[in-house]
């Protein structure tokens, strides 16, 4: 296929020294080919590319912007609109406290300040370790075990602060050994 | 029919340990070498009791709750065991009757969208196949469009996600269209924090809801369905995903469904969070792959929508109806309801309550049912102080008034909004200032930024919530903060910015004198702000 030509309009980036001179990887393109000429796709192309790096990096956006021929402003306009996005990787577990009705009543905030006080960040920060994210999410419909709190994809309910800070420390026993195994 | 175990296994039974349990019994019934089917159900509502284990037979039926992996032996031991009944494993019995009609917190509901929530398998399309499913479409098929329409129109359903416009109205004025194709989407972007109708709906009996699409697409001549679902509800888009393969093999998608001439496909697509998606216009921008900002209406979706077609918007729970609408009768649902509203409305109640969880009541039914019956009050004996309905674009119901009928105008009366179902109840712990700021800052951080009475408007009035809860407000703050709800909710694009003054008005109307006390005296009365303390601070 001639990448370089293309029937869409909105597509004419071919300058030289394009940093995109080399094609995108596999895993990339794959997506990218589901979706061709859908002009109503770049939302879920955009879901499927932070499903597959976990947040979405710059080069990948600029491929979508060239291979699907929407504008980079644009990409960038949805891309921060949206609260699923993430522009930055995120540690490799993801801590999203919910601050929706049920838990904010439930005093979720506390557990909030808790785990930002144990973690040494705060919201949307990373520990230096790359572990641990802290988030808040608007509400992930589990209001009557409020206050809930999310690791990755695992739901706890009931929660106090000293319960998620036992989560955490729960997660970090996992982690040690495998850790110690790695090298 | 043999026995059965069922566990809740939706996003709240997981939450609470769900899966633990299902693996304790699947390992005890190895040991005992029973052969028992366990069956992963959705929600029967009852939240506060999860996770939650049933056994029956279909005669006999004992529900229990909140269970742990350590009393699975206990319980299987009484079923299967000869065992004789103890005491701990006694005290988790919710209900003995297959109805629960001795179990008060689903005794006093009415279930009508939610019947089927947390009793059949929702991947299993046989179970749905067996409970009547599906049969609905196939008598919708039978008659003419404007006949289900007139149907509708006769069952006085009205739009659940919280503006209450008739449904049947609008499906009218859609297939009045001459333009072709026309769309339908199902809103299912439950962004209110707060709110998890939809999430339970979608969870347990996602057939329904797809059954109730495709009548409401042979009404209206529509030839695509979009789901609009909110990404943060994983376990509901896949059990969609499930949901609309095997309606495809079944026969009810595709080409000449079911020997009608009617074609139909549905489309899946997961919201990326924005709260301003829940409103029409700004819901069809995200699908068709842009910024979910609202443009001005007219035109209507109705007349001019998605890429310029008319298009059917409806909320899960009103689509949800349609199916037990179009099978029992027009009649039947509205003496469900009052005179200008049929059927019944769920909503999602929590807070401080003992009892929370789903709840399917009848319209009119009174407030104070779902606090004090099927809420059994708040925790720790305390009073309940106000009820919150309908989130950032609600308002709050003061226990005065817990008399007040549900009913949109009834609500609507007290300032408050029927909303999409969100209910939440409150005590004397609760500071009604910062509880009104904290949906302004849900909703200054969701504004969309289109326009500027809801951009500026909304930051502006956070601004003057937070000088108030930090003990720096004046009287004159107090002007300042209705000025800025008038213009607000007179001058915003759209219903997010129209409704975000709700909370203050709303807590302004029935709690001024909190309001007095921050900014008079420098003190919150419910303790919570972070000023100086005050004599009337409760205990914690």
């Not at chain 2, 996003?11 to 019994?25: D, K, Q, R, Y």
């Amino acid at each position: 296929m001639d990448r370089g030509v293309s029937s869409n309009p909105i597509r004419r980036y071919n300058y030289q020294g394009d940093p995109l001179a080399e094609p995108p990887p596999a895993d990339l393109m794959e997506i990218l080919d589901r979706y061709r000429g859908e002009r109503d796709a770049l939302i879920t192309v955009l879901e499927e590319i932070q499903a597959r790096y976990r947040y979405l990096p710059a080069k990948p956006l600029q491929f979508v912007s060239r291979e699907l021929g929407f504008p980079l402003s644009l990409i960038y306009g949805i891309a921060t609109f949206y609260n699923v996005f993430r522009l930055t990787a995120p540690g490799r577990y993801l801590v999203r406290v919910c601050k929706g009705t049920a838990c904010h009543v439930n005093r979720s905030s506390t557990m909030i300040e808790h785990l930002s006080e144990k973690l040494g960040i705060t919201e949307d920060e990373t520990t230096p370790d790359g572990l641990f994210t802290l988030q808040t999410v608007a509400c992930v419909g589990a209001c009557s075990l409020a206050p809930v709190m999310v690791v990755n994809e695992q739901t706890y309910g009931r929660m106090t602060p000293d319960l998620s800070w036992g989560i955490i420390l729960k997660v970090l026993a996992q982690e040690g050994p495998r850790d110690q195994a790695e090298q | 029919m043999s026995t059965l175990i069922r566990i809740g296994t939706s996003t709240c039974g997981l939450a609470a340990g769900a899966e633990g349990v299902v693996s304790a019994i699947r390992t005890d019934l190895d040991r005992r070498q029973v052969e028992v089917t366990v069956q992963r159900t959705g929600c029967l509502g009852a939240c506060h009791n999860e996770p939650l284990v049933e056994v029956t037979d279909g005669e006999k039926a004992v529900l229990y709750g909140p269970v742990d992996p350590e009393h699975v032996d206990l319980i299987l031991d009484r079923h299967f065991g000869g065992g004789a009944a103890q005491e701990q494993e006694l005290s988790l019995i919710l209900s003995r009757r297959p109805d629960h009609t001795d179990f008060p917190f689903l005794a006093r509901q009415t279930k009508v969208t939610t019947r089927l929530c947390g009793v059949i398998d929702p991947l299993s399309l046989d179970e749905y196949l067996a409970n009547g499913g599906y049969m609905a479409l196939r008598e919708a098929l039978t008659m003419a469009p404007e006949r289900v329409i007139a149907i509708v129109k006769d069952s006085r359903l009205r739009g659940r996600g919280g503006a209450g416009f008739p449904t049947g109205a609008k499906w009218e004025i859609t297939r009045k269209q001459a333009a072709s194709p026309k769309f339908l989407i199902c809103n299912a972007d439950e962004g209110d924090p707060g709110a998890f109708m939809n999430r339970t709906m979608i969870e347990g009996d996602p057939h329904r809801l797809l059954e109730g699409m495709l009548i409401a697409a042979w009404a209206i001549g529509a030839s695509k369905g979009y789901l609009y679902v909110r990404a943060e509800y994983p376990l509901a888009v896949e059990a969609l995903r499930n949901a609309v393969g095997q309606a495809a093999e079944y026969g009810v998608t595709g080409k000449n469904i079911l020997g009608s001439g009617m074609d139909f496909e549905f489309v899946i697509k997961e919201g990326a969070g924005a709260f301003v998606c829940g409103e029409e216009t700004a819901l069809m921008h995200s699908i068709e792959g842009l910024r979910g900002t609202p443009s001005m209406r007219p035109p209507y979706p109705s007349v001019s929508g998605l890429w310029g077609f008319p298009t059917n918007i409806n909320n899960v729970e009103s689509l949800a109806s349609i199916p037990s609408i179009i099978l029992q009768g027009p009649s039947w649902f509205a003496s469900l309801g009052t005179e200008q509203s049929g059927g019944t409305k769920a909503f999602a109640l929590t807070g401080v309550v003992r009892a929370s969880g789903l709840v399917e009541v009848p319209l009119g039914t009174p407030l104070r049912i779902l606090v004090e019956e099927i809420g059994r009050g708040c925790k720790n004996d305390r009073p309940v102080k106000a009820v919150q309905l309908g989130g950032p674009s609600g308002g709050c119901v003061p226990a005065e008034l817990l008399d007040t009928r549900i009913d949109y105008e009834d609500l609507r009366r007290t300032g408050a909004i029927m909303g999409s179902g969100g209910m939440v109840v409150v005590d004397d712990t609760t500071c009604m200032v910062d509880f009104a700021r904290y949906f302004l800052t849900f909703t200054q951080d969701e504004s969309c930024g289109k326009c500027v009475p809801c951009r500026v408007g909304t930051r502006k009035m956070l601004a003057v919530l937070t000088k108030i809860t930090q003990g720096q407000g004046t009287r004159a703050d107090l002007e300042r903060l209705k000025r800025l709800c008038e213009t607000v909710r007179t001058a915003s694009l759209c219903g997010l910015g129209l409704t975000a003054p709700n909370p203050v008005l709303t807590t302004l109307r029935y709690f001024e004198q909190e309001y007095i006390s921050h900014v008079d005296a420098g003190t919150c009365p419910a303790g919570i702000c972070s000023m100086r303390p005050s004599a009337a601070t409760p205990d914690a």
